[in-house]
């Protein structure tokens, strides 16, 4: 997957280039000072941006992992996030590095089942 911030939003593409613009320009115009990081997940990536609301917006890292992620959570400067590749990863925000990557308990029932 690619990605890139222009001046407009910032653009996902797969590896056929088809683009998708988030909200991205929407949050530009609130001007929250109060946001210092996007954290966001797209199927197999885990995205950071800092400088949200400034003329040089960047992404900080992505993190590939084996499949889609969900259950974001941040706590004392890390991202903790699980994959549907049986893992639990933690990420340090300002290393850039993943952490860990815990094996999830395998047989263990959903606690909401759809």
Same mark, same amino acid.
């Given at each position: 997957?690619? $990605? ?6 910032? !653009?996902?593409? $797969?590896? /056929?280039?088809? #683009?998708? #613009?988030?909200? !991205?320009?929407? %949050?530009? &115009?609130? &001007?929250?000072? $109060?946001?210092? %990081? ?6 197999? /990536?885990?995205?950071?941006?800092? +400088?949200?609301? $400034?003329?040089? *917006? ?5 993190? /590939? ?6 259950? %974001? ?6 991202? !903790? ?15 850039? &590095?993943? +952490?860990?990557?815990? *094996? ?11």
């Amino acid at each position: 997957m690619n $990605s890139r911030i222009e001046k407009e939003g910032i !653009y996902f593409g $797969s590896e /056929q280039w088809k #683009q998708v #613009q988030l909200w !991205y320009n929407i %949050l530009k &115009k609130k &001007k929250e000072e $109060s946001i210092k %990081l996007l954290i966001f997940f797209i199927l197999f /990536q885990i995205f950071i941006i800092s +400088g949200l609301y $400034s003329k040089t *917006p960047k992404i900080l890292w992505t993190i /590939q992992t084996g499949d889609e992620v969900g259950g %974001l959570c941040i706590w004392d400067g890390k991202v !903790y996030f699980g994959s549907d590749d049986g893992k639990l990863y933690c990420v340090k925000i300002e290393s850039k &590095k993943k +952490g860990m990557a815990f *094996p999830s308990i395998s047989g263990m029932d959903t606690m909401i089942d759809e």
